[in-house]
């Protein structure tokens, strides 16, 4: 049996060259252990980043991960499978916010969870992802594929899955 890993998370968050108190672009659920509805489903990660105009993004990127949040943990699915649902939903999302609002917001999302000694990452629209393990870094962007799309846009992004075996020492960074 492998041993859970233990989670240490450090945000960087620069706005305008300026490094910034808060990142309210990011939500970490570190549930404790045995706690429904996170059993067998382990800790969740999410980066959101959005593009577009600045009025009622700010809410719109909460909205987002509260959708992103509670789509996964209430998916009985595999973790694969509830990422991707979870990032289904906040495209979902923010295609109706555009068409209620009359906008043209679009973006992306990572999404890492992390149980036992497994980190699974989801990713749709232009985001980047970095896992170094064990002296080996591999790079995780849907930017990889040509023919990527955003969230929001008129077409579900494909949602790219990526699997690593955690051991300590294991860094993982998130960037949009």
Avoid at 19 to 42: D, L, M, Q
Avoid at 87 to 97: D, G, K, T
Avoid at 106 to 117: E, Q
């Amino acid at each position: 049996m492998s041993q859970a890993l233990q989670t240490d998370v450090s945000i960087l968050n620069l706005l305008g060259g300026r490094r910034e108190r808060s990142a309210p672009t990011v939500r970490i659920v570190e549930p404790a252990s045995g706690i429904a509805p996170a059993e067998g489903k382990g800790n969740l990660y999410v980066l959101v980043e959005l593009a577009g105009p600045e009025q009622g993004r700010a809410r719109l990127v909460r909205e987002l991960l509260n959708t992103i949040q509670e789509a996964y943990y209430r998916q009985d699915d595999a973790v694969p499978a509830a990422l991707t649902a979870a990032l289904q939903a906040a495209h979902s999302h923010i295609r109706q916010y555009n068409q209620y609002h009359g906008a043209r917001i679009h973006g992306g999302a990572t999404c890492l969870a992390v149980s036992g000694a497994e980190i699974v990452s989801a990713q749709a629209g232009p985001t980047i992802l970095a896992v170094r393990s064990q002296g080996v870094v591999q790079w995780f962007s849907p930017l990889n594929n040509e023919s990527y799309l955003p969230l929001g846009d008129q077409t579900m992004p494909s949602v790219e899955i990526g699997r690593v075996s955690g051991a300590p020492g294991t860094a993982v960074v998130a960037m949009n």
